[in-house]
């Protein structure tokens, strides 16, 4: 192969990688988008609710789920006017989207709090509770519209080992250290974030089992399995946060997605690093990574290319070993300090 498989000697291991948020006091993504895009991505999850309603919103009818759901739903009212009151106001009961023109009366019958909270934002929104003994936090429910090859109908109710049960050395590398992190999470911990980063041959957000999204020209065609033109970097800024009554975890994802010739244009440090982490990654989380083992040639071609031109040396960031899975700098990292913000930083990197 035409890569190492370990990163300066030191064997690959899957770490959580959590770090403090760009903005201590929002959970929510403290990035202002532009309204279009906001527009755009709220009309995507409206449309994904509409039409594939059982595979992107799910809640196990258990009085923990449905308090947890009611109170995600009642903090988003709270905070959503408070941090973006150009977009939201709230009435009473009634929370309107100033940007969309939706009026949510929370007081209506049949009312779902998820069903409305997925209209609200952006990020994707799943609810967690620790199981009885030993066991790991499971799944209550959530509403995610913009799935990364997941659904939560389909993970609904598991614990998240049996989650990441595609995800190679998971259960071996990260179970442990999430349920302990997770069991000392309380409403008061200091907010921490983890940034999960992939490369896919498509721009569409929602990638799931059901839903074939129509062919664009930005898509690639089926029989391009190495080929890097239609790659596109998509990272996800996943936060967690205990509510304080029911004592559940919200876990928060908020995906972002730019052409990668894009994503790295004039970016040494955020090539390099991405270099480096592919290089890293064991054959078994390339294949996890849709197959990205074929497609290495041209990325470290094109990656090194970015890197060597601003004289950085091709695929290391700063010429230390990273360790695998974190001990190094991450793609996002590496474009929060290539930019001297982190909010912008991640924007320009990411794009939306």
Known sequence: MPFAPMNGGVPYRLLLGLRAP????????AIS?????????????????????HAVLQLLDEPAAHAAAWELLHQLMAELPAHHPHRYQVQG????NLL??????TSAPGTDPLEVAGQLVQEDLVLLTRGGGDSHYRVLGGVVCFPAHWS???????QLPDVHDPVPRWRTDAARPALNFLSRLSPDSPPLIRWNWTLMPTPELHLSNFYDAPPGPHTAPPDDVSGIEHLHLRLERQFFHRLPQSQCVVFTIRTYQRPLHQAVAGRPVMAGALAGALRDLPYEHLQYKVNLQHRMPALLELLDGVAAAAGGAPGDLDGGGGGGGGGGETPAAAAQQEAGESGPAVMAVAGT
Do not use: M, N
């Open 22 to 29: 760009e903005s201590p006091g929002q959970w929510l993504d």
């Open 152 to 158: 939560v109908l389909e993970k609904l109710g598991q």
């Open 93 to 96: 009961p009634v929370i309107h």
């Open 100 to 105: 969309t023109g939706d009026v949510f009366d």
């Open 33 to 53: 988008d532009d309204d279009a895009i906001v527009y755009d991505q709220l009309e995507q999850r409206k449309k994904h609710l509409r039409e594939r309603r």
